[in-house]
């Protein structure tokens, strides 16, 4: 009997791999679980072990070509019966053989026997090989496989389990009610076009358009010398999809301002002192412009927004999430109902979740609900950026450096030249959900409230 | 037939096995004359003399050692611990010759050791002991804990014909508390399988010896809050009946285990590991232990309650992991 090898599911959302290179060449004798292919999708890597003993018969897919989930790639031959002919009447004696009849004391530890695919030829068994596990999700190993297998995304599963865990019963019954199972492969090619490719193929209609996966053709190819191949932790993955997410699902546009932040500084310069001996903590800069942006948010509520299909959501609550440089990566936490917090207030929730994101101790509730997100990459260094939108969120605002530069400043008296403190604000903005007028009336909103920053404004 | 006790199906299955194979003798403390301290091998004296019924001095080291000796010499000894917790003083014959003599020899050890085991009765440290896992750990031995008359019945007897020393758990409290009516002279019980004590589909209880009783009735309580538990009795413990146990977590995908035994590498230990390593993308919930606690089993009855887990114990163990 002969196994065909398909392409594995390397991960929940992955539709497709590319064939990186072939370890073993037709006519080899391998080993069970000796690696014989190499598969590069955009979130792994992977060697694929063969799943029998035998001979590689046939090598259906060259190196380099892009081949669909459960789509063939090679054929193994049984090594005994030593048959050209791959299948048909070789084991008519088994003939249709449902692989979900294996039992269950043959199970292997890696390999679900009843993992459904492709039909295969009459006298052919099919069998998915070994996939590395995907990042973490709070399921069960069980629900995992069954969403790989049926091509679920779990955050659309509703769960009932303690904390909100999607059961065993929950995904069996998403399986149950689905209109018709979703498409488990996506037809060769759909993402080989360069082009943005459509929305997810296989997400139910009710669900949020799904980040598509684009290929990736600087991934895609054997290692060259001096090039060295580095995995990526789960969180890395996750930025990676959510940025991704974002780019292909939000039209961005930017809008930028230049902002005199020299009555701030002057401000903050007369405060922080008796602030930190008070409160044992700096006062910080971004909060000013926090502050500045819970404001203007007030007076624009469509900023603090989401686009939903054929309508708009608006956030009542100003929840703002601040992006903190933490040692895994980016890490975005939030200020809840920032507008109802003093300026103090403020500074003292980004010094916290700041100090808590480096030290790894933020909760769950510090991650969730965000409306809108404050992005100092000033701190950083930077004088001015354009940011990825936080996908859902309408929109994000970046303030860049503050640096003393010589500007032109109009007065009374007549144009003069004076040096003041410098900082640029960058607006990325959901064009589908706001125009360039909103844009840069709130942008300006922002400005106008630091540049005229009162020395009398309460700290508290 | 009449419904018998767990303490008489033992004894019926012994008797038995007397009367069928010359070979099969007794030996132990006090199981001639006085008819053993719970009265297994009462009247056994008289129905098969002095030299099949055999009082020994207090060594249960010399008992299992003399077991050893005339199993190698072709007879079937069936070697009794007055209290199992003391099979300890024989330790060293157990694991280092009984068990490896087959091994190193290729001479067969047909023999049984068996005796009570287990608390519940106020027996104290000494006397309350479930020390099966010991000699589950050990290669070489097949160990089994009934938890029913007939399969205390059915396992004495697959336990004498067996050709590997085999160490029988009986349990003390089970004794005159079980009644059940046996099957016929010629049933055995597999050693080495399993059973489903219970039906179920959301939950699978992993257990054996007299946490079957207690599991059956927290499976019938949470049978009244729309929870289908699955019983599975181990009633061999070594070697494990994987075929069995994996089966029934395909079903239900919930994994409880329960043993009378203290926690940190008994029994359960080893089912937990079966089902991290062979059934993982089977599992829909952690595995979860309801065991005694790691301590010597306390002589009190207010703590020995407490430290003895039963179907109370489990109900909670088992909502929570529902709920999961």
Redesign the interface.
Known sequence: MSTVIVMPQLGESVAEGIIGKWLKQEGDRIEKDEPIVEVITDKVNAEIPSPVAGVLEKITQPEGATVAVGQEIAVVGDSASGNGASGNGASSVEAPQPVSATPAADMAPTMPPDAQQVSAGPATQTVVVDRPRSERVRTSPLVKRLAEEHGINLAEVPGTGIGGRVSKQDILAFIEQRPQPAPHLAPTGVFEAPARPEPAVQAPPAAPPRAPQPAQPAGARALGPGEELVPVSPLRKMIAERMVQSVYTIPHAVTMAEVDMTPVVRYRDAHKRAYQEREGAPLSLVAFVIKATVDALKEFPLVNAEWAGDNIILKHEININVAVDAPEGLTIPVIHQADHLSLAGISAAVVDLARRARERKLKIEDMQGGTFTVNNTGALGSVAGVSIINYPQAGILSSGAIVKRPVVLETGAGDTIAIRSMMTLSFSFDHRVLDGGTSAAFVNAVKNRLEGWSPDYPLY | MAEVTYLEAIKTGLREEMQRDESVYMLGEDIGVYGGAFKVTAGFLDEFGPMRVIDTPLSESAIVGAAIGSALMGQRPVAEMQFMDFITCGFNQIVNMAAKMHYRNHLPVPMVIRGPSGGGTHGGPFHSQNPEAWFAHTPGLKVVAPSTPTDAYGLIKSAIRDNNPVLYFEHKYLYRRLKEELPGRDYTVPIGKARVAREGTDLTIYTYGWMVEQSLLAAEQLAGEDTSIEVVDLRTVHPLD??TI??SI?KT?KALIVHEDTRTLGVGAEVAAILA?????????PIVRVTAPDTPVPFSPPLEQAFLPNAEKIVAAARRLA??
């Open positions: 994987k075929e994996l089966r395909e995908s390593e062979e059934a993982f993308d089977m599992l829909d919930g709920a999961y």
